[in-house]
């Protein structure tokens, strides 16, 4: 009996990691679609405090057009900054994020099999 269930113990721990991994990854599948809607609601926000603030004939209506342009900008900054912080800490412990990294500095060439550093695996080039 003991024999029994020191075979089938290891099944039933490995079908609930499965089942904890597919739960993960379907909540990151929710995240990847949420994060680009939250970026576009805050930009909305922004852009409509900005028409409400051009449009505006009252100063209540240009104050409340100035508060939804500062809160819309202040959102953005948080999320892109929350975004930044994140690659940057997935990168320096070797994290797969899925955050793109930017298009890289204009004349430097670097090798792709080494890792990127300035000093030692990359070299200028010139423009022809």
């Known amino acids: 009996m003991i024999l029994w269930g020191a075979i089938i113990f290891p099944q039933v721990s490995f079908a609930a990691f499965e089942k904890l991994k597919g739960?993960?990854?379907?909540f990151k599948a929710i995240l990847d679609l949420l994060i680009p809607i939250t970026f576009a609601l805050a930009l909305i926000f922004f852009f409509y405090g900005l028409a409400q603030f051009i449009r505006s004939v009252s100063d209540k209506t240009i104050a409340e057009g100035k508060s939804k342009m500062i809160w819309g900008i202040i959102a953005l900054f948080v999320?892109?900054?929350?975004w930044g912080i994140?690659?940057?800490?997935?990168?320096?412990v070797g994290i797969e994020t899925g955050i793109k990294r930017g298009a890289g500095t204009p004349g430097i060439v670097c090798d792709p099999d080494k890792p990127v550093n300035l000093n030692v695996n990359c070299t200028s080039y010139e423009r022809e």
Do not use: A, K, P, W
């Open 86 to 92: 994140i690659g940057f800490i997935g990168d320096s």
């Open 79 to 82: 999320m892109i900054s929350i």
């Open 23 to 26: 739960l993960l990854r379907d």
